[in-house]
């Protein structure tokens, strides 16, 4: 996973793992990193022993403010990549998402940048 960090050194300025622990093919990631822009990144993902996952990624402005956030809560069964939604500052209820994982939304934040 940190590869995806590791290869791509003109969008972050930093990156730091926080917490990470192992065991088995379960994993607890933390990971805060600062971009380009000076925003920033936090990141939660979690494999649990069962296979399932959660995962939080926050995307924030440099004064802390919302950019994006996407996780797997399942408290928004109408949306249609329930579990799999995005927060954004300008709308009160989440939209449909196709982040899902680190790769994803890597994919994401680069595609943002060249825009």
């Known amino acids: 996973m940190l590869h995806l960090f590791e290869s ?13 622990e192992q065991e088995g093919d379960a994993y607890l990631l933390q990971l805060s990193a600062v971009l ?6 936090e990141l ?8 399932s996952r959660k995962y939080a990624y926050q ?17 928004w069964p109408s949306i249609s990549t329930t579990p799999h939604h995005t927060h954004t500052p300008d709308k009160e209820r989440p939209i449909p998402s196709t982040v899902t994982n680190l790769e994803d939304l890597i994919a994401f934040v680069q595609e943002w940048f060249t825009q």
């Open 8 to 20: 791509n050194p003109s969008l972050f300025k930093s990156w730091r793992v926080v917490r990470y």
């Open 36 to 41: 380009q822009d000076d925003s920033r990144l």
């Open 59 to 75: 995307w924030m402005e440099s004064n802390g403010s919302l950019r994006r956030r996407w996780d797997n809560a399942p408290h």
């Open 44 to 51: 939660r993902d979690y494999l649990f022993v069962d296979g």
